[in-house]
């Protein structure tokens, strides 16, 4: 007799403090609870996530579906170097991740990266044959993590560099809003006057020349 399998939304603190949200599938909320500890993490709150009701329901726009950022690769990149200083396998760490990402396009390739790990491929060889989702720094410095023996540590230096990034990217982004937004008002502004004002103006120019004209002298 199969047992079902339920999805589960939790709250929880990794090593460093920081609250992690996130989903994960498991036969009951104590198993849940015993992956979450598995994998380094201290719950604060898990609730059964019923899918396809009210705003829970996810709507998918063919050609616009989500892609992969720096703010989930840094998210990956974390939760990797946590669970392997927690003591998870890389395999183990891989297999875990690729099913409770929330971005279905990153959960694909950690998948496809996962099968290549479990038949002897190394890890930034797996990475590498998706340079589409990983960049090639990360790439370069899981190779050097793994030479070294230090990986964990270069997936945390990984994580922290995207999230500067990330966050430096976001500053930017609202930096420019304002000065884009004068601009489209102008373009706009522009446009109605041209569009609107300038053709009123040219008819009662127009009708002031057909006035000032002089009558013809009679012979």
Known sequence: ?????????????NSAGKLVKGRLDAASE?????????MGLAPVAIDEFVPGTGLQREIEIPGLSKGVGLKDLAVVSRQLATMLSAGLSLLRTLSILSEQSQNKKLAEVLGQVTQDVETGIAFSTALAKHPKIFPPLMINMVRAGETGGFLDGALASIATNFEKEAKLRATIKSAMTYPVMVLLMSLVAVIAMLVFIVPVFQHMFEGLGDSCRCPPRCS
């Open 1 to 13: 007799m199969s047992i079902a399998v339920k999805t589960y939304t939790h709250r929880s603190r």
């Open 30 to 38: 104590a198993a849940a609870l015993g992956k979450l500890r598995g």
